[in-house]
């Protein structure tokens, strides 16, 4: 299978390539980006200096030809922090459901958090998540494994068989670790591996109960609150534990200016900390939750004004260097429920592109160079994933082409992941992924 | 003149103008209760149910009352917040009582925002009677009747509240009231029970108590409710009644007439000396009489009764 996408503007920093260039995949690899109508392009190459008759004319009968004119052809997204629910609520969301919203959201790789019921403790579940993601055929699924046993936050999960079972990173998502002695000893054991960890920063002492930020909107409200220090403390922790073991951190859905400001400090004296900020921290803030609907309900809660700014500035400087949704499916009765009963969390993975480039690239904010970075590039080279987020010859083939100026109204029945819990229904988007190309198959286009 | 809503779920989205019209018409209602037959059929026929996922006392006898003077056929539910976890759904709950047809559902819930859950999706006229710590409207309502009926105004007056502002929905409902009809608020409170933003309520905060109460005209006093915030807020209710409590001796240095207040049930001794809650100035009692008023007010308004003249 030959795939020829040709006349688009081809994007792929890893490689410092930004021009319009075609791209040619045979058998699931990337195998030239070229000049456009030159058979034999080379990757990087100067503008003006074509290299005419250079070796192969491997243009010639390709099985499908993909026009891309006035389009952005870029290596496919990568989501690092997705809820699937498959095993244990596949009335929320399946792994076949959540791959086909992955693809349509132009997302070629996905990262699966742990919390599933079984939780993904041992190599059996990971290796049967795998399988499904296979079956599935849609997109890249790299399960995370949970750092602690069950979740429960008191013994280490068998790190090393679950990176042997395909794990890429290690969180207890959902829950934060609260046990400072274990985190530390997790941190250790897993620079044996040298795999990440992704802790979701929460003090539960100083959350407990909460259900929004604890702000101006949740005095008026009465609704009881989670303050910005709930995240920043353990924000704090993690990175002085990560500086004492040298181990690989990623802070989860960064979500408090105080957090940013810990993030950019130690990463200005070394420490090996990244972050990552969901779009609806990127974009929502606390205002939207007057109202009370449970779909502006998540853990981290929406933030003030002030926040935003900050995670905005964090995104632009690199400070945080990925943008993740945090994709989590609910029961539409689970969240038809009153506020303090509803559970945490948001569906992000069809709308993430959409709203990225309708509010950070519209508004001049990120080129689309930074968004690949944040979307493709970074996450590969955080999770280690070889052979992602690029277009070099010899990378897999997982490509998303986009839109971005492409008009389009977020509707609920159009979404593929099973649930529907999404704040952005009827928003009005400009810019959005119009083909998903996963191992040189297309898995997903627009008509 | 008719209220042009059909649901009374929060102060915050009055207009003045519709508050002193529910006042007035409450006025007119005050006086079915010194009839020898306290009832009149402005509400025959109609169905009020209460709804209340927590216990009250108070609140859902006033709302009984106040339906039964108006003739209205009145249904009382009690249930516990917690069986809804297992149970039906609020959600289902409201259908089901849609099916049956009331004309008004009086909810008490402990989950800010949860009256809105029955507001949106009911053909009954809803009313808030306490959601969580959000609001709790007719309380300010009825407040804000009795201190007119005792000072003949409300605008320019000063009222000062005291206790555990930040769980307190009555405190978020009168602070918004009062300020809609001209009345400047002060807070005030131990730190730990003080909001975080009150300039966001439009109050001045303070943890000076006698501060607070030295030019008021009326001190609101706010029952403590251990049980609501846990044992990190405050060390022992001696040490919060030492601090806060109105005693004897704060009222001394307060304005001469000061007038009490207290949404009850009070915790005498905690946060009011048993002298001032009986006191001649205290008008703890006079609230609970006005309660059946302004709720048989509010009935009458919302099931689409025109004011009636004096």
């Known amino acids: 299978m030959r795939l020829l996408i040709t006349g688009g503007r081809v994007i792929d920093p890893a490689n410092g390539v930004d021009d319009i260039l075609d791209v040619l995949v045979e058998e699931g690899q990337i195998l030239q980006v070229g000049r456009e109508g030159q058979g034999s392009g080379v990757r990087g190459q100067g503008k003006k200096n074509k290299k005419p008759g250079n070796q192969e004319p491997s243009t010639t009968n390709p099985d499908r030809v993909i026009d891309a004119t006035g389009k952005i052809v870029i290596p496919g997204l990568i989501d690092m922090h997705v809820h699937l629910r498959e095993p244990g609520r596949e009335d929320e969301e399946t792994i076949a459901s959540g791959s086909a919203a992955a693809a349509r959201g132009g997302f070629t790789s996905i990262c699966c958090m742990p919390n599933t019921e079984p939780v993904n403790d041992t190599a059996s579940v990971s290796e049967y998540i795998r399988e499904l993601a296979q079956k599935a055929g849609r997109v890249n699924i790299f399960p995370i494994g949970c750092i602690s046993k069950g979740e429960r936050g008191q013994e280490l999960a068998e790190i090393g068989e679950l990176v042997a079972a395909g794990c890429v990173g290690f969180s207890d998502d959902g829950k934060p670790v609260a046990d400072a002695e274990l985190m530390r000893r997790a941190m250790e054991y897993a620079t044996m591996f040298d795999v990440p960890l992704l802790p979701h920063c929460e003090d539960p002492s100083l959350s407990a109960g909460g259900v929004m930020h604890e702000g101006r909107v949740s005095t008026e409200l009465g609704l009881k609150g989670i303050p910005s220090a709930a995240e920043a403390v353990m924000v704090g922790r993690d990175i002085l534990l990560s500086e004492y073991t040298g181990a690989r951190l990623h802070i989860c859905h960064v979500s408090a200016a105080e957090s940013v400001r810990l993030i950019r400090e130690a990463r200005a004296r070394g420490v090996r900390v990244s972050g990552e900020a969901t779009p609806h921290h990127l974009i929502l803030t606390d205002e939207a939750v007057r109202g009370f609907h449970t779909n502006t309900k998540m853990n981290p809660p929406l933030r003030a004004a002030e926040d935003i700014t900050a995670l905005r500035e964090a995104l632009i400087d690199g400070t945080i260097e990925v943008i993740a949704t945090d994709h989590a499916p609910h029961a539409r009765s689970e969240k038809e429920m009153e506020f303090d009963y509803a559970p945490f969390g948001i569906i992000g993975l069809e709308t993430a592109l959409g709203l990225i480039l309708t509010e950070l690239y519209h508004s001049r904010l990120l080129t689309l160079p930074m968004i690949v970075e944040r979307m493709a590039v970074n996450p590969a080279r955080i999770l280690k994933l070889k052979h992602k987020g690029t277009l070099a010859p010899g990378a897999d083939a997982d490509i998303t082409v986009l839109d971005p100026d492409r008009e389009w109204t977020v509707e609920e029945r159009e979404l593929q992941s099973k649930s529907k819990n999404s704040p952005f229904i009827g928003w009005k988007l400009k810019g959005k992924p119009v083909m998903t190309i996963v191992a040189g198959q297309v898995v997903w286009e627009t008509t | ?310």
């Open chain 2, 1 to 310: 003149m008719t209220l042009k809503r059909k649901d009374l779920l929060t102060i915050r989205e009055l207009e003045p103008e519709e508050i002193f019209l529910i006042l007035e018409t409450a006025d007119s209602m005050k006086e079915i209760a010194s009839r020898e037959i306290k009832k009149v059929p402005a509400l025959r026929g109609k169905t009020v149910i209460n709804l209340f996922y927590e216990p009250s006392t108070r609140t859902r006898t006033s709302f009984e009352i106040a339906g039964k003077w108006l003739s209205a056929d009145v249904v009382n539910i009690s249930t516990s917040a917690s069986s809804v976890t297992k149970g039906e759904s609020l959600l289902d709950t409201g259908k089901t009582l849609q099916a049956m047809h009331p004309d008004v559902v009086v909810i008490r819930h402990p989950v800010p925002g949860a009256p809105k859950i029955l507001a949106d999706r009911l053909q009954a006229s809803i009313i808030n009677a306490g959601d969580g710590a959000h609001e709790h409207p007719t309380q300010a309502l009825l407040d804000l009747f009795t201190i007119r009926e005792r000072l003949g105004r409300l605008e320019g007056l000063k009222v000062a509240i005291v206790g555990d502002i930040s769980h307190s929905r009555v405190a978020r409902s009168n602070i918004q009231a009062m300020r809609k009809v001209g009345i400047e608020v002060r807070v005030a409170g131990p730190a730990t029970l003080l909001p975080r933003f009150p300039e966001q309520l439009g109050v001045e905060a303070t943890t000076d108590v006698e501060d607070a109460i030295a030019d008021a005209d009326v001190i609101m006093m706010l029952r403590i409710q251990r049980e609501r915030h846990g044992p990190t807020m405050l060390p022992s209710l001696r040490e919060y009644s030492r601090l806060f409590g109105l005693t004897v001796e704060r009222v001394k240095k307060a304005k001469e007439g000061v007038l009490i207040m207290h949404p009850g049930p009070i915790n005498r001794g905690v946060e009011i000396a048993p002298e001032v809650a009986d006191g001649p100035y205290s008008l703890i009692l006079d609230q609970v009489t006005n309660g059946v008023a302004i709720r048989m007010g509010l009935l009458y308004l919302l099931t689409g009764g025109q004011r009636t003249e004096r």
